[in-house]
Nanobody
Framework: QVQLVESGGGLVQPGGSLRLSCAASGFTLDYYAIGWFRQAPGKEREGVSCISSSDGSTYYADFVKGRFTISRDNAKNTVYLQMNSLKPEDTAVYSC????????????????WGQGTQVTVSS
Protein backbone atom coordinates (compact mmCIF):
# COMPACT_ATOMS: atom_id res chain seq x y z
CA GLN A 1 0.00 0.00 0.00
CA VAL A 2 1.48 3.30 -1.12
CA GLN A 3 1.42 5.80 1.69
CA LEU A 4 2.97 9.09 2.76
CA VAL A 5 2.72 10.06 6.41
CA GLU A 6 3.63 13.49 7.70
CA SER A 7 4.69 14.25 11.25
CA GLY A 8 6.48 16.89 13.27
CA GLY A 9 3.93 19.67 13.27
CA GLY A 10 2.91 21.57 16.35
CA LEU A 11 2.65 24.93 18.05
CA VAL A 12 5.72 27.14 17.94
CA GLN A 13 6.43 30.78 18.75
CA PRO A 14 7.39 33.23 16.01
CA GLY A 15 11.06 32.85 15.21
CA GLY A 16 11.05 29.23 16.28
CA SER A 17 11.82 26.06 14.33
CA LEU A 18 10.17 22.78 13.46
CA ARG A 19 11.25 19.80 11.40
CA LEU A 20 8.58 18.01 9.45
CA SER A 21 8.97 14.45 8.25
CA CYS A 22 7.32 12.73 5.29
CA ALA A 23 7.72 8.98 5.67
CA ALA A 24 7.05 6.84 2.61
CA SER A 25 5.86 3.24 2.65
CA GLY A 26 4.84 0.83 -0.08
CA PHE A 27 7.33 2.31 -2.54
CA THR A 28 10.92 3.53 -2.66
CA LEU A 29 11.79 7.21 -2.76
CA ASP A 30 14.63 6.48 -5.17
CA TYR A 31 12.33 7.07 -8.14
CA TYR A 32 10.14 9.88 -6.87
CA ALA A 33 10.40 13.56 -6.21
CA ILE A 34 8.63 14.71 -3.06
CA GLY A 35 6.90 18.04 -2.71
CA TRP A 36 5.75 19.84 0.41
CA PHE A 37 2.58 21.90 0.21
CA ARG A 38 0.56 23.90 2.69
CA GLN A 39 -2.98 25.13 3.03
CA ALA A 40 -4.15 27.74 5.47
CA PRO A 41 -7.82 28.16 6.42
CA GLY A 42 -9.72 29.94 3.66
CA LYS A 43 -6.76 29.87 1.30
CA GLU A 44 -5.75 27.73 -1.63
CA ARG A 45 -3.07 25.09 -1.32
CA GLU A 46 0.37 26.36 -2.28
CA GLY A 47 3.65 24.69 -3.04
CA VAL A 48 6.38 25.17 -0.46
CA SER A 49 9.34 23.07 -1.58
CA CYS A 50 10.31 20.07 -3.65
CA ILE A 51 13.26 17.71 -3.95
CA SER A 52 13.94 15.62 -7.03
CA SER A 53 15.03 12.01 -6.96
CA SER A 54 17.39 12.09 -9.94
CA ASP A 55 19.96 14.63 -8.79
CA GLY A 56 18.56 15.87 -5.51
CA SER A 57 17.71 19.28 -6.95
CA THR A 58 15.73 21.41 -4.55
CA TYR A 59 13.16 24.12 -5.15
CA TYR A 60 11.60 26.63 -2.79
CA ALA A 61 8.76 29.08 -2.92
CA ASP A 62 9.98 32.65 -2.58
CA PHE A 63 8.21 33.07 0.74
CA VAL A 64 10.32 30.34 2.41
CA LYS A 65 13.67 30.80 0.70
CA GLY A 66 16.44 31.17 3.23
CA ARG A 67 14.25 29.87 6.04
CA PHE A 68 13.22 26.33 5.02
CA THR A 69 15.45 23.46 3.92
CA ILE A 70 14.26 20.26 2.28
CA SER A 71 16.30 17.08 2.43
CA ARG A 72 15.87 13.37 1.86
CA ASP A 73 17.22 10.19 3.43
CA ASN A 74 16.53 7.43 0.94
CA ALA A 75 17.82 4.81 3.37
CA LYS A 76 15.03 5.81 5.75
CA ASN A 77 12.60 6.44 2.90
CA THR A 78 11.89 9.83 4.42
CA VAL A 79 11.93 13.46 3.31
CA TYR A 80 12.36 16.28 5.79
CA LEU A 81 11.42 19.94 5.83
CA GLN A 82 13.45 21.98 8.30
CA MET A 83 11.59 25.20 9.02
CA ASN A 84 13.43 28.02 10.75
CA SER A 85 12.50 31.61 11.55
CA LEU A 86 8.85 30.70 11.47
CA LYS A 87 6.28 33.44 11.04
CA PRO A 88 2.58 33.54 11.93
CA GLU A 89 1.79 33.49 8.22
CA ASP A 90 3.43 30.05 8.01
CA THR A 91 0.49 28.64 9.97
CA ALA A 92 -1.14 25.94 7.84
CA VAL A 93 -1.62 22.23 7.33
CA TYR A 94 1.50 20.92 5.65
CA SER A 95 1.24 17.92 3.35
CA CYS A 96 3.62 15.96 1.17
CA UNK A 97 3.02 14.23 -2.14
CA UNK A 98 5.03 12.40 -4.76
CA UNK A 99 5.68 12.76 -8.48
CA UNK A 100 7.90 10.51 -10.59
CA UNK A 101 11.57 11.53 -10.69
CA UNK A 102 11.58 15.30 -11.08
CA UNK A 103 9.80 18.19 -9.44
CA UNK A 104 7.13 19.98 -11.42
CA UNK A 105 5.16 23.16 -10.92
CA UNK A 106 1.96 21.37 -11.93
CA UNK A 107 0.36 20.31 -8.67
CA UNK A 108 -2.00 18.00 -10.57
CA UNK A 109 0.97 15.74 -11.33
CA UNK A 110 1.48 15.00 -7.65
CA UNK A 111 -0.26 12.06 -6.01
CA UNK A 112 -0.41 9.83 -2.96
CA TRP A 113 -1.04 12.79 -0.71
CA GLY A 114 -0.48 12.40 3.00
CA GLN A 115 -3.05 13.44 5.57
CA GLY A 116 -1.08 16.51 6.61
CA THR A 117 0.33 17.87 9.82
CA GLN A 118 -0.75 21.12 11.47
CA VAL A 119 1.81 23.86 11.99
CA THR A 120 0.72 26.79 14.14
CA VAL A 121 2.99 29.77 14.68
CA SER A 122 1.71 31.96 17.47
CA SER A 123 2.86 33.70 20.61
Amino acid sequence: QVQLVESGGGLVQPGGSLRLSCAASGFTLDYYAIGWFRQAPGKEREGVSCISSSDGSTYYADFVKGRFTISRDNAKNTVYLQMNSLKPEDTAVYSCARVPFSCTKNVLNFGSWGQGTQVTVSS
